[in-house]
């Protein structure tokens, strides 16, 4: 059956708040200046760029520039004080543009091939490509124990199960380690370790054979780095320095932290919202630093995408053999062939038939997304300087659904194989996400996250949170369930009448496991609230005084007050 294209609309803006917030948490899971209204004027060198769209979808560059401006008007001042755009089409940038303020205090306009945005997780995809990198020139290779290539290290990743972790897991985040969601976030840079320091003292446990589930992992990331810099004798961040971003020409690129101050270019400034504005806030630090310390221009992303898009080169400049870059944007994990599944560093995006890439990025008050659309020969880049409740992803989905990157959805049609009511009480039940952690002071985001699935009539299901957003869901074939009036897909895997794992379209980075009974809300929902205040308290720790007022603000939003958190 060939399945509906689904259109671009963001699933999880329906639980923005949500959403965001566990995003700057663990997504470590994009020139002129804009206003806050209407089309704006271009600062100097900065907007789009002389070169004129060819046969792909931005045929005119002009009306492209005006679109980005009109969604931006929408958010600058509004969701966002600042962002930065880049889009590339057929090897050639045809907008890159800063819109709003880089630093609400300084008045300091955003300018995309001068300001410096965090991108989170979005540089994972520099430290996947190293990794590629190594498997060209036979340093490293993807089926290989990582263990062979830390000799010395500190680092030992322990003989838990049969099969051995290897880079093929890193990239897929198939590895089955535990998620801690914090990649070591710290508010002083005095208190940065070296990676293999941070590796050894905050290694997570086994609790999955490696290539099973999906559970996103920034120590994974962080490993692979180490991996790298390991095979090559050197640290991670002079590697991807000499091998990438001297290269492509990204010269205000680095993941050094703090950006040394002989960097080009000038750092956006981290913010947090302040009723109807913006207040500038105290920068963090990301000790895992491959897993997400990038910090880069829009130009320089504009470069990166037209690397991968130009099958590893831009002009004359190679940083992976076509082949290489093949592979990478090849499938090397399939969680179920009828949801978003993992290419090498890079998860799908939307529809799995319709040849869409990305990954999303999140520090605590930075939020990015790039996406490539290979087979149209185009790449979108944002950047948030905050981490609203609606974040870039929105901006790229507008972007995708204007020029029809993809089709629309269409309604589903249900299956016509018998026993559908049977199916849907099978899989009724409640459900945890693997990338949470399931131990420690951050497991209460796992119960905030537990999804409940009941049936409904005519073999429909019905799906609620914690919150309460409930969804409708009509069976398409049997255990693929497609949203009612939305663009998200529910694949369940059951053996002998029990569900094993629940795949969400929309959710990429974990799958969804059947919760015991003692776990789960109508059991726990008891203890939330002394949870969520320990919760509050963890954060104080782990992200400094910024993450805190970022957890208060989340409270606020979703309607705890202080008795409840108590």
Known sequence: MTRPRLSTTDDSTDRATRRSFLAGLGSLGFVAVGTATGRTSAAT????????????PFTNSDELEGFVDDIMAERIGTTTPGATVAIVSEDAPILTKGYGAADV???VPVRADETVFRVGSVGKLVTYTAVMQGVENGVLDLDTDVNSYLGDSAVTVPATYDDPVTLRHLGTH?????SALDPDIVADPTALDPLEVVLTNHQPSRIRPPGDLVGYSNYGAALAGHVVAKA????FEEYVQSKLFEPLGMTHSTFSQPVPDDQPGDLAAPHVRDGDSFLAADDVYINMRPAGSLSATATDMAAFMRAHLGDGAVGNTRILDADTAEAMHSRHHVRHPAVTNWRYGFHEYGNPEVNLIGHSGATVNFTSYLLLAPDDDVGIFVGFNSNPSEGPKAVVDEI???YELQQAATTPTPTSRP???????TVAGEYSLTYLPQSGPLQVVDLLEHLTVEPAANGRLRTTTLEGDARHWVETEPYVYDEVGGHDVL???VTDGEVDVLNINSEPTGVYQPVPFHERQLVTGGVLGT???GFGLSLVGWGGHSAWRQWKQYRTDEGFDTEDSK
């Open 105 to 107: 205090d300084a008045d």
């Open 232 to 235: 090559h004798e050197t640290t």
């Open 45 to 56: 060198d900065s907007q789009s760029t002389d070169s004129q769209p060819g046969e792909g």
């Open 174 to 178: 198939t590895a089955g380690f535990e």
């Open 419 to 425: 026993g559908g009511q049977e199916r849907a009480e």
């Open 491 to 493: 694949a369940f895997e």
């Open 400 to 402: 995708v659904a204007e």
């Open 531 to 533: 949870a969520l205040s």
